[in-house]
Antibody, heavy 118, light 110 residues
Framework: EVQLVESGGGLVQPGGSLRLSCAAS????????MNWVRQAPGKGPEWVSE????????YYADSVKGRFIISRDNSKNTLYLHMNSLRAEDTAIFYC???????????WGQGTLVTVSS | QSVLTQPPSASGTPGQRVTISCSGSSSNIGSNTVNWYRHLPGTAPKLLFN???QRPSGVPDRFSGSKSGTSASLAISGLQSEDEADYYC???????????FGTGTKVTVL
């Protein structure tokens, strides 16, 4: 059974940093691209970032480019999102999502809430 | 601001067929697979079917998708009360080098 479990969310002040983790199990982690998707209160989902299975290729939404870094440790089956220079508009539930090989996100975690506020 | 446009709402009575449109451009829908997600408050979005139109377990065959040019559609036939949810289209955008989601459509069963 595929499982994705996010952690690391919390309350952080504007300008602060946070690192999210996503522990994966139930599939061959290194074979699949992984993504972070966020959903702000009352809004639709917004794609944040993608990393290829081997970690070589990364992609970012313009809204987070230069502030967020996606990475993965295939030996630990874990996906990360390093978030810097956080803003109030980054407040959202962050989900990690597995790519099905054709840019479809077939499995999602339960999400972790990030709140940016003073 | 999303680059994929959906109607904000759609509705129907039980048993009816409801169709949701998703309008994009040549850099996203026009050249890449469109995926559809169902979202219920407090839960993660759920993929309705993959690029081969195969449905993950638990997704009934009442849901179907189609694409023509730079637009796509999701059809729900035999509408049921449990189909009430928000539906989003999504596609990779070659110009943005990123995934884009639609504006979302709230389906109501009357």
């Amino acid at each position: 059974e595929v499982q994705l479990v996010e952690s690391g969310g919390g309350l952080v002040q504007p300008g602060g940093s946070l690192r999210l983790s996503c522990a994966a199990s139930g599939f061959t982690f290194s074979r699949y691209a992984m993504n972070w998707v966020r959903q702000a209160p009352g809004k639709g989902p917004e794609w944040v970032s993608e990393i290829s299975g081997n970690g070589v290729k990364t992609y970012y939404a313009d809204s987070v480019k230069g502030r967020f870094i996606i990475s993965r440790d295939n030996s630990k089956n874990t996906l990360y999102l390093h978030m810097n220079s956080l803003r109030a508009e980054d407040t959202a539930i962050f989900y990690c999502a597995k790519d099905d090989g054709s840019y479809g996100f077939d499995f999602w975690g339960q999400g972790t809430l990030v709140t940016v506020s003073s | 601001q999303s680059v994929l446009t959906q109607p904000p709402s759609a509705s129907g009575t039980p048993g009816q067929r409801v169709t949701i449109s998703c309008s994009g451009s040549s850099s996203n829908i026009g050249s890449n697979t469109v995926n559809w997600y169902r979202h219920l408050p407090g839960t993660a979005p759920k993929l309705l079917f993959n690029s081969n139109n195969q449905r993950p377990s638990g997704v009934p065959d009442r849901f179907s998708g189609s694409k023509s040019g730079t637009s796509a559609s999701l059809a729900i036939s035999g509408l049921q009360s449990e189909d009430e949810a928000d539906y989003y289209c999504a596609a990779w955008d070659d110009s943005l080098s990123g995934q884009v989601f639609g504006t979302g459509t709230k389906v109501t069963v009357l």
